[in-house]
């Protein structure tokens, strides 16, 4: 794959933004983008998308995709351990990518570790807002 990130809501789900994007041969500057109208809408909505071929044609108001001459797309949600999309895993490519099964179960493993990942960076920053609030309430309680 030539062009490969993992991506999480941007505040709210119709808006992602990437934590890591691999563009041919270098780690490319974070983006973010709304998810209308792009193959990343449907994995959002919780399942994998694979187009093997011709995906700038099913998607021409994803200018970016077009503009690279994008395709080929697989994308993946990322799911936490209740079964909510917390993003996703996307790879793709300006060849075909023929949909081998064992390819598609590689990058469900992946997505799985990279959730876990993410909701544990999640889990980590809310303790220490936590942890934060906690430590300023016993700071400023008098003192009997």
Known sequence: ?????????????T???????????HIHPNVEWELAGTPCGDVV????????TGVKEKFPQDEPLVA????????????????????HLA???????????????TFRIFATRAAAELERLRTEAL????????????????IA
């Open 127 to 142: 303790l220490r807002e936590s942890e934060q609030r906690y430590r300023d309430l016993y700071e400023e309680a008098p």
């Open 68 to 87: 690279l001459g994008i395709d080929s797309y697989l994308g993946v949600p990322l799911l936490d351990g209740g079964g909510n999309v917390l993003g």
């Open 45 to 52: 909505r919780g399942s994998l998308r694979h187009h093997p």
């Open 1 to 13: 794959m030539r062009y490969a990130f993992v991506a999480e809501f941007a505040g709210v789900n």
């Open 91 to 105: 790879a793709f490519d300006d060849r075909p990518m023929p949909g081998e099964p064992r390819r598609l179960f």
């Open 15 to 25: 808006r992602a933004r990437t934590l890591g994007y691999w563009a041919r041969d």
